[in-house]
């Protein structure tokens, strides 16, 4: 009579054939898994941990002789096989209250986080109505003309009947949003997480914050009908070029960008069309991409006339 401690091993070596045995009639690795996890299922503590095939690579030669697959563990839609599998499975990871906290500062929990900004960004503004993104500098003084021309231009905008969107910070931005504030339109600020600047300023109605300038930059565009650059820094560049890029290559269609102050804004002009398109690194056309005034006035005609208000 053989030992007790003997059934276990040979129940999990009756279901080892078995899988084996069906072999004949299915894909090679797919036997193999399934008789992995049979004698999983079979042995002692064979519960728990991941789908994948046995704890040990398999020999090369199953017992009816056929070459079997690599070990395999499947995680969700991930499939990983020899070195690369894994202690345990997805739910065992998330339920171990004992584990490190280090996941949150990993690419697969920062994917989650960029969709929630996209979710929550997108939730807040779906019912804004027409808008306009207005951009300049953080650090345009309160007493400037251009802080009064931001004013000027955010009144202007609400009493078009537009809803005015800027990065939610002082100088430039708050201009146009105490304007359209006190011209009674919305006055929305999509604000940034910095070392610096931080902070919605406090004309803003609706407030989003985010970790992510690729997602708020998204929301500029998505939910504005077309851009109001006054004078700034890289910041204000960089979405200024973002849009040019967008329009040129098509990527928005109907989206007018208008420059406001010839001064300031003459000599980038200039590059473009000296450097940029002398070089043949432009097209002309690209020229008629944006507008370049000194009225706020015409401005907010020249932006509201080309989306369609």
């Known amino acids: 009579m053989g030992s007790p401690e003997r059934g276990p091993e040979r129940g999990a070596e009756r279901a080892v054939q078995r899988a084996e045995d069906r072999a004949e009639d299915r894909d090679v690795e797919d036997a193999a898994r399934d008789a992995a996890d049979a004698a999983a299922r079979a042995s002692p503590g064979g519960r728990g941990g991941a789908s994948f095939s046995g704890g040990r690579a398999p020999s090369s030669a199953g017992g009816d002789g056929r070459e079997r697959g690599p070990q395999e563990q499947r995680l969700g839609p991930v499939v990983r096989r020899r070195g690369q599998v894994q202690a345990g499975t997805t739910d065992q990871r998330l339920l171990d209250t004992t584990g490190d906290s280090d996941f949150i500062h990993k690419d697969p929990w920062r994917v989650m986080r960029i969709q929630s900004e996209f979710v929550e960004g997108f939730g807040a503004l779906a019912e804004l109505g027409p808008a306009v993104s207005v951009f300049g500098s953080a650090r345009t003084p309160v007493d400037s003309p251009e802080y009064e021309a931001g004013v000027r231009l955010g009144r202007g905008l609400a009493e078009a009947g537009f809803a005015v969107i800027t990065g939610g910070g002082p100088g430039a931005m708050e201009a146009a949003n105490k304007g359209a504030l006190e011209a009674g339109g919305a006055s929305v600020g999509l604000g940034i997480e910095l070392p610096f600047e931080q ?94 005034t000194d009225d706020v006035d015409e401005a907010v005609a020249l932006v509201t006339k080309e989306a369609g208000a």
């Open 199 to 292: 902070g919605l300023n406090p004309y803003v109605d609706i407030g989003v914050n985010f970790r992510y300038f690729f997602v708020r930059k998204t929301m500029f565009v998505k939910y504005a009908q077309g851009f109001v650059v006054l004078p700034g820094g890289l910041g204000t560049l960089d979405e200024l070029f973002e849009a040019l890029t967008l329009v040129q290559t098509r990527k928005v269609t109907r989206f007018p960008i208008v420059l406001y102050g010839s001064e300031y804004w003459s000599g980038l002009v200039a590059w473009v069309r000296d450097h940029l398109i002398g070089s043949g690194k432009a097209s002309p056309h690209d020229l008629d991409l944006f507008h370049l």
